[in-house]
């Protein structure tokens, strides 16, 4: 950047100082009292009439300063608008060149033939859609981060959007394995009481944790899978709970249907979208215009339900 870009044709130089007078020859004869010379006013400066006030300063360090938006895998590097962008480059068997962003940054894929510079070209192309995506992936980060748990005696997480707190309570009487949920009391979080030693390692709380809120994820799962097939017209043969870090379900054609147990911190209208949404490929497997239509003929929210999933901070386990 020119550190003098914003002075601009309106900016009006000073003027020079007027020359001294010249000395005049000393006469030979007597020597009257010199004149006083008085020096002319400067003329006064008029200003344009769209003369624009200059905006205020910006500190140097400022102006110097790029957002950095860094994938772990990058090969290349580009600066768009105030921000410095490392990218993961790939070149493969395509006719486009493509974008994602991701939880890791940007990826670009393009064709073998493509001139690098051509690349870059595109990029800069699709600037504002690339910054805005790796803003929003940055703060949601930011969010995921913030809601790392604490594996303790008192740790709190989401159990169908509801706060729930773990009690590490070893004596008490479980009526099922592993932990029960005591009913809700007043206006504070549900108890989830593990049965884990008040010494117990961190991890040996997340494990028992997760084990109880797999089982429910399990039992409600095929509840609400029973609810929306026969509602869809659709037969589903086989549940799996998976535990991926970005993808929330899958089905196949044979009715085998994969969810993403950390669907249960969601509350339930979420997890009703997200089964209804992969009971409604085992009739449409694209997400063609019709796939839609299928989706919300049960769920006729789908879109906002969509944003939720897409926006709301997930626990991070760990």
């Known amino acids: 950047m020119d550190l003098f870009e914003g002075l601009g044709s309106e900016f009006a130089p000073r003027a020079p100082a007027p020359k001294p007078p010249r000395r005049a020859k000393k006469p030979a004869g007597p020597v009257a009292a010199p004149t006083p010379v008085v020096p002319a006013a400067p003329p006064a400066f008029v200003a344009p009439r769209d003369l624009v ?37 790939k070149r493969g068997n395509r006719k486009t060149i493509g974008f994602l962003v991701g939880a890791e940054g940007l990826s670009v894929r393009a064709p073998r033939w493509v001139a690098l510079r051509d690349v870059d070209a595109a990029i800069r192309e699709k600037s504002d859609w690339i910054l805005r995506k790796l803003a929003e992936t940055q ?90 097939a026969p509602l869809l017209g659709v037969r589903w043969q086989k549940l799996s709970l998976s535990n991926a870090a970005t993808r ?53 929210d789908y879109d906002q339900l969509r944003r939720q999933l897409k926006d709301e901070a997930v626990p991070r386990w760990s």
């Not at 950390?262 to 490929?281: G, K, Q, S, T």
């Open 139 to 228: 703060q949601r980060h930011a969010r995921v981060e913030a809601t790392r748990i604490e594996w303790r005696d008192g740790a709190e997480f989401p159990f169908l959007g509801e706060p729930v707190v773990i009690r590490l309570d070893p004596k008490h009487g479980f009526a099922s394995v592993g932990g029960t949920l005591d009913d809700k009391e007043g206006d504070g979080p549900r108890v989830l009481r593990l049965a884990v030693a008040q010494n117990a390692e961190p991890s040996q709380i997340r494990d028992a944790a997760q084990a109880w809120l797999t089982r429910q994820a399990r039992k409600l799962f095929i509840e609400r899978l029973d609810h929306f």
């Open 53 to 89: 006030p200059a905006p205020p300063a910006v500190p140097l360090a400022d102006t110097l300063t790029l957002a950095s938006f860094a994938h772990p895998q990058a090969t290349r590097e580009i600066v768009l608008g105030s921000a410095r962008v490392a990218y993961e480059f």
């Open 248 to 300: 929330w379900g899958s089905a196949s054609a044979d009715g085998s249907i994969r969810l993403n147990w950390r669907l249960i911190h969601f509350r339930m209208p979420v997890i009703d979208y997200v089964v209804a949404h992969e009971l409604a490929h085992l009739r449409v497997m694209d997400h063609s215009h019709r796939f839609w239509e299928t989706v919300e003929s049960v769920v006729p």
